[in-house]
Every structure is written in C-alpha cells, then in structure tokens.
C-alpha cells in the first residue's frame, strides 16, 4: 500500500469518516473550475470533525475547508491537500431569543448565506439586507467577513464558534475575531462551525425593499448569472477600486482560453461555458497584477482565496 493509500485508511479507520476521491474542484466552486480531489471529506457534526482535525494535526495532513466556495480557485488536479466541507448536521438555525428589539440567532456554518438574508428581511429584521446576492455559507462568510453596500458581517455578529487545529471547540467573541476588510484573524487551520448573531427589528418591509433595492443594484453592474467567485481582488484603497483600475488598465473583455475578465465589471474573471481551467484563471490574474503594478505601481491582492 503507498502513503497515500495508508494515510486515507488510517484516517478511515480511526475516524469513521468516509474519504471521497470523486469530486472536483469545478463542482465545489462558483468559478467552476478545478480537477479531480484526491481526499474529500464531508463533516457532519463537532465530534467528526474533532476527530478529523485531531488526526490532520497528529498525521501532519494539509487541509483546507471549503464552503460556498464563492471565493475559491482550485487547482486543475489538488492531491496532497485535504478538502473538508461541513455537511448538512451544520445547517442549523435556532431562534436564542426575540423582543420588539430584534432578534439573537444562533447559525450553524453550512447556512446559505443569500437565504437567511431573504427570510430575516422578509420578516422585518435588518442587518442581513446587504447578504441578498452574495452566494456563501455562513463559515465562508464569516471567514471573509462578506459584505456589501457598506455592510459587513462583522455588524452583526456576536460571537463566532470554532474547532481549532487541534481539536478543541472555542468561542470567540466578536472583538476576538480580527474582522477587517475582507478579513478576519481565526487561528490558522481552524474550522468555524457557526456563529451567533443579533438583527434589529425594523419597520414592516423596510429590510426587503431595502434588499430588494440592493439586489437591482447588483444586477446592473455585475455579471451575477455567469460562473465567477466574484470580486478577484481587493480593492487597493478605500478611495480606489480593483475594478476601475483593472477597467482603466483596458482589461475588461481580456481572454486566456475559456476564462475572461468580464466586460461588465473589470475585477471579475468569468467562466461563461463552465470549459475554462483553473491555470487559465491563474493567468488572467498574473496578467492583472502584472500590469498594474508596472503601469500604476500598484501590487494588487487577491480576495479571492486560490487552492
Ligand atoms: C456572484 C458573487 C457575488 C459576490 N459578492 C460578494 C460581495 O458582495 N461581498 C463579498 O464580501 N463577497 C462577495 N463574493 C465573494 C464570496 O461570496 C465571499 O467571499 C463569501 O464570503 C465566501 O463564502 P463561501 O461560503 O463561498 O466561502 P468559500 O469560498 O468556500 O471559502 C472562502 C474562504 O473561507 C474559508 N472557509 C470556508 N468555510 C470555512 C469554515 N467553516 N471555517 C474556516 N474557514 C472557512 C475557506 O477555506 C476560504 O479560505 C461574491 C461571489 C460571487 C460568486
């Protein structure tokens, strides 16, 4: 038997949790790009994933979590890394407390992101509005800190659950939790499972129009039906945009095979067939960070995380 084999039995047999070799990245991604995984795991509940972080930990495995994946490059064929993903058992919603002041809910990491926002603003509570087009799951989101419209997540979050690299269950609160642009600072390697969350009540239909709007809003200016992981880099200041540089850098409609940045928005990369490969993306954005820092002496950095 090779390493590889031995390992994916080791951890078969010490943590019950069955290893995938069938998935591939492009299935795992909104970009829809990415080879065949060679160990894909599934989590559904504390205790399987304790085990599997404990085992990462002891074994020296690489591994890497994937939500949404809205936000993810794989690679055309990843084998040494391990990608987890937290299943079902973490879809849970739970109602801690409600008065005329709002509501505290306790989310578990697998949420979608677009539809708690939709229920919580159709019910009259604000503070998830600026969530209606961002295609994450509540870990994912809350591991970028997503936002939009000059909202974040870390607006409304009150704590965040989390299994660290060694297999024990921590609490941060949201002071502890780093959330910047686009950022937070959770230990390296730990796996969030969920968060705590607060919403204000607001006035009857004000949050789903003002989501509403938000979504119209989105709709002229991204190309939001096509395959893409949104946002590739972050913007360079608060003052200047990713994708009005890219844009006067005359990159918008730049192609490398099947990928190409949109003509809609400079700072996407859109997959339009679904046919484009992950080198091809991994180009067009050498190409980005190339000719802006030769043009604008800007050094660009990617939001978007690459496998
Ligand atoms: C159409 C479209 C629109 C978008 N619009 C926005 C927007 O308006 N604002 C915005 O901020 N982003 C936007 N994005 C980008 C993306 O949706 C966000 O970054 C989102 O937060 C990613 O969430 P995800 O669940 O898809 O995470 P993934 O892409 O799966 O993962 C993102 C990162 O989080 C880590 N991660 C995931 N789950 C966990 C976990 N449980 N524990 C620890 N780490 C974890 C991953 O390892 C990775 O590093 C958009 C993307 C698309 C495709």
Redesign the pocket.
Known sequence: MNDKLAIKAAFEEKTGILVKNTITGSK????SVGGLIDHFVTIENIEDLTKALSFFFSEGVKY?????????IFPDKISDTWILK?GQG?RTKEVISENKEGVILKIG?AIP?IGLSSEYSKKNFSGLE??G?????????????????GS??SQIVEEVY?VNTAGNVEVFKKEDCGFAY?QSS?PGG????GCKMRLKKCQEGEAISKRSYFLAE?KKN?P?TIP????IFKNPTPQLSAGVLLDSLGLKDFKCGQAQISGMHANWIVNPNRLATSSEVLQIIEKCKKKALKEEGIALKT???L?
């Open positions: 795992l991604s909104t970009m890497k979590v994937v939500a949404g994946g809205s936000n993810v937290l973490f990491s992101l600026f969530a087009g961002i295609p994450a799951a509540i870990g994912g989101a809350l591991k970028m800190n997503a936002g939009a419209h974040d997540m989390f686009r959770f730990s796996v969030i499972t989105r991204q939001i893409s992981s949104g946002s939001e978007v995380k496998f």
